[in-house]
Structures are given as C-alpha cells and as structure tokens.
C-alpha cells in the first residue's frame, strides 16, 4: 500500500498548529486572520485551511452559535446572503458547474468544530480523479493561501453584509 504524506495536516489535527481557541470567534474579533475573507457583525467567511476542493469556503455566523435553531432571523439571513454572495464570486472566478453546501451539526454528525458553520465546496464534472480512485486522495489544484489572494479583493466589496453589485 501506498501513502500519501501529509504532516502538515498532522501538525494540524495533532493540535500543534491549531489555534487555541474557535478559529470562528478568533476570526469574528479580528484575531485569526488567516485565509478570512470577510468578518462582519453578523457572519464570518474564510477559505478552508484543508480544502475538499479549490475555494472551499466555510460561512459561519460571527457569534459563537452551536445550533442551527439558536440563530436570530437576522444571521439566518445574513448567512444565507454569505451563501449566495460566495456562490456568485466562486462562479465569476473559477466557473464551477455545481456547488455542496453543507452543514455538519454535533460531534456524532462529524463536526471537528463546535460553532456551527456551512461548507461551501465548488464542483466540476469529471474532477475525480485516478488520486481519488486509487488511493483515495483528493487533488487540489490551488493551495489555499492562493486562493485567499484572488477572492479577498472581490469580498471586501461586501459593506454591512450586504452584497453590493
């Protein structure tokens, strides 16, 4: 059997390189600014340090919320305006043929971080490949800090979390 070496996501997953603390509410206060795309009072945006994919963003809301039903009206929308802001970028950017969104709520359904946060992933047809297929590892064409330097100029155009056109 083959391996695929990846200690710098050990040094990560092994706490090493982790930051202390909800790297959501370090990047709500201005903290972490690592990979952030966009912080305001309502929602927090920022590329995926271990992407599924080039320009997989996480979208949480900027207060430290663990459930979906313990949002307000005003970060379910200001979340759901992230959402569409960041599909919109992601399209004008890389022209993705598709998008998951997801949600991993509690431990038990797989969440690694206990304040509630979508992933945005773009997706194309075919992009599996012979990696994904053979040793079950996934390609990704872009690291994230590069990605970060394309999409950070075309999210500061957000003004009080609300897209402008």
Not at 128 to 135: G, K
């Amino acid at each position: 059997m083959d391996y695929i070496n990846m200690e710098h996501k050990y040094e990560y997953v092994s706490g090493r390189e982790r930051p202390r603390g909800c790297i959501f509410c370090m990047a709500a206060s201005g903290e972490l600014k690592d990979l952030v795309l966009y912080v305001d009072d309502k929602v927090v945006i920022m590329l995926n340090k271990f992407p599924y994919n080039t320009a997989h963003l996480l979208i949480a809301p900027s207060r430290h919320v663990k459930d979906l039903r313990e949002l307000t009206e005003d970060e379910v929308v200001a979340l759901h305006r992230a959402i569409s802001f960041s599909m919109r970028v992601i399209d004008e950017t890389f022209s993705p043929q598709g998008y998951n969104l997801g949600l991993n709520q509690g431990r038990a359904a797989g969440a690694s971080v206990e304040h509630l946060h979508f992933h945005l992933v773009p997706r194309r047809y075919g992009e599996y490949n012979f990696m994904e297929t053979i040793v079950g590892a996934r390609s990704v064409l872009q690291k994230p800090e590069t990605v970060w330097r394309i999409l950070k100029p075309k999210f500061d155009v957000l003004r009080g979390g609300r897209p402008h056109h």
